[in-house]
């Protein structure tokens, strides 16, 4: 059964920084390509990131040059470095696993002053 547990989520300053970790198991973590998506209040689910087993990586517009995304295969962990955090970054953040189609419960980002 595969699972997906994120943390790292809280509330931060604007310019601030936060790392997100999303922990799977249950499935061959190394060969699948995994993404984080974000959800804000009244908003559709978007993508954020994604990341293949061979480090393909690709960044939504609004976020390049300013998170990073990462994997550690041996940990079965997928990672995002958020830096320079904007109010419009607040949101729910998913972690997706792409070839099982499963997603984490999320964890919640407050970008504020």
């Known amino acids: 059964q595969v699972q997906l547990v994120e943390s790292g989520g809280g509330l931060v300053q604007p310019g601030g920084s936060l790392r997100l970790s999303c922990a799977s198991s249950g499935s061959i973590f190394s060969i699948n390509r995994m993404g984080w998506y974000r959800q804000a209040p009244g908003k559709q689910r978007e993508l954020v990131a994604t990341i293949t087993s061979s480090g393909r990586i690709v960044y939504a517009d609004s976020v390049k040059g300013r998170f990073t995304i990462s994997r550690d295969n041996a940990k079965s962990t997928v990672y995002l470095q958020m830096n320079s955090l904007k109010p419009e970054d607040t949101a729910v953040y998913y972690c997706?696993?792409?070839?099982?189609?499963?997603w984490g419960q999320g964890t919640q980002v407050t970008v504020s002053s």
């Open positions: 997706k696993d792409y070839e099982k189609d499963f």
